[in-house]
């Protein structure tokens, strides 16, 4: 359903949101063909993570391979760390709204399990809840991408 409604929603962005079989990535339009946001292996929690990434980019990001974002992989050193926290947080933000807008728990999600640091000095938890506490004590900050999405999951959500 979350498909059906994303590519309904933005059909005149000319993105689709499609399951992928492997790893999340974004292609931008090309031939012709729409955009798509691939999620990983048919995870809901992936889909809502890459559809805060669509959200968050601008114009000329949606032009690009997933969005221009460069990724290290598990394993990532304490400066790749904070890197990748600092571009995480509005994105997580998002997918915090929508994700309990569907009424299932969120986390936040460091993507480094195989840190070979100590991670116990990150604030980027409280960061991510602090921007979404921001965005809806804010509306006119977040996204207008992200608000027509959070405002269709809540009202889905909340007549199924």
Avoid at 89 to 95: D, G, H, R, S
Avoid at 130 to 154: I, R
Wanted: aromatic share 14%; glycine share 4%; hydrophobic share 40%.
């Amino acid at each position: 359903w979350l498909i059906a409604l994303f590519n309904h929603l933005f059909m005149s962005k000319q993105v689709i949101l499609v399951r992928g079989m492997g790893e999340p990535e974004y292609f931008p339009a090309k031939d012709n063909q729409p955009a798509r946001i691939e999620f990983a292996h048919g995870f809901f929690a992936s889909a809502l993570h890459e559809i805060s990434h669509f959200c968050v980019a601008g114009p000329q990001r949606r032009q690009l391979p997933d969005f221009g974002y460069w990724y290290a992989a598990d394993g990532r050193s304490a400066a790749q760390q904070q890197a990748f926290e600092r571009v995480e947080i509005k994105p997580q933000a998002l997918e915090c709204l929508f994700t309990l807008a569907c009424g299932r728990p969120f986390q936040v999600s460091q993507d480094n399990l195989f840190a070979d640091f100590d991670t116990s000095a990150s604030t980027f938890a409280q960061d991510v809840y602090k921007q979404a506490q921001t965005y809806l004590a804010k509306p006119d900050n977040m996204p207008p991408d992200a608000k027509t999405l959070l405002h269709a999951l809540l009202k889905v959500c909340k007549t199924s």
